[in-house]
Nanobody, 112 residues
Framework: QVQLVESGGGLVQPGGSLRLSCVASGFTFSSYVMSWYRQAPGKERELVAT??????SYAASVKGRFTISRDNAKNTLYLQMNSLKPEDTAVYYC???????WGQGTQVTVSS
């Protein structure tokens, strides 16, 4: 079955950077469009970034600051987050398009 394990979150000051990872198993990773989502307290889960064969696409709120990438040989999805803002605070999840599987997420907290 599809398994996704996110890591790399933590506490960072505004303006700082983090790199999230998502290790996938149980499916042919290279064949799937992959996405990062996030959910802040009291808010709905929102799409942050997606990567397919044509490259990455981003939510307006993170465009120019975040970069999504993947290593198909390692079955791993990444999210490089730069110039972090307090409003980026959320639990971040990865997802394979068309599946309903979610990992446990990784907490990102941006605070001084």
């Amino acid at each position: 079955q599809v398994q996704l394990v996110e890591s790399g979150g933590g506490l960072v000051q505004p303006g700082g950077s983090l790199r999230l990872s998502c290790v996938a198993s149980g499916f042919t990773f290279s064949s799937y469009v992959m996405s990062w989502y996030r959910q802040a307290p009291g808010k709905e889960r929102e799409l942050v970034a997606t990567i397919g064969s044509a490259g990455g696409s981003y939510a307006a709120s993170v465009k120019g600051r975040f970069t999504i990438s993947r290593d198909n040989a390692k079955n791993t999805l990444y999210l490089q987050m730069n110039s972090l803002k307090p409003e980026d605070t959320a639990v971040y999840y990865c997802n394979a398009r068309g599946t309903s599987s979610w990992g446990q997420g990784t907490q990102v907290t941006v605070s001084s």
